[in-house]
């Protein structure tokens, strides 16, 4: 079977960042964690660790190579949230030691980039109502962190 895996690149702990993630998203989990056992551009045997692991059911790859590329916006990683104290509690916890941007977005303090969304807003954003979805676009842009019950009166009007 043919299956599509992130791999994220990391300058330096992968694994760290990626026990922390588990530590915070639902459904999440390490499986496992080698390294290098020969010399590779990135350094010497034992130096590049690959962590395999799972976010929200979702098989993931981390690797620390070393300062070859950074993160940047043009990939991210999209928690969808059931509620408010969801969306706080991983907004918070990935938040520490990154940065807040608009519209849910942060970078964590690896500099990955996110986004965390109540899964309410894609309903909303799809509406046929596209008076209500522009609403609801228009309040997302104001914010910094997702706030789901004002996003609510937005698409009600």
């Keep these: 079977m043919t299956r599509l895996i992130p791999h994220l690149w990391y300058n330096s702990e992968a694994e760290e960042a990626a026990r922390f993630y588990a530590s915070v ?88 980039a996110w986004q965390i969304a109540p899964k309410r807003l894609a309903e909303m954003m799809r509406s046929n109502d596209r008076a209500a979805a522009a609403r609801t676009a228009q309040a997302m842009m104001g914010m910094v962190k997702l706030d789901l019950a004002e996003l609510e009166r937005a698409f009600a009007g």
């Design 25 to 112: 998203i639902p459904d999440s989990r390490i499986d496992h964690v080698t390294t290098m056992p020969i010399e590779t551009p990135s350094g010497p045997p034992g130096s590049v660790t690959i962590v395999e692991f799972t976010l929200a059911g979702q098989p993931m790859v981390g690797f620390t190579g070393g300062p070859m590329d950074t993160f940047n916006h043009a990939i991210s990683l999209m928690v969808e949230c059931d509620t408010q104290g969801e969306i706080d509690r991983i907004w918070d916890a990935l938040l520490d030691g990154g940065a807040p941007e608009q519209c849910g977005w942060l970078r964590d303090r690896w500099g990955v």
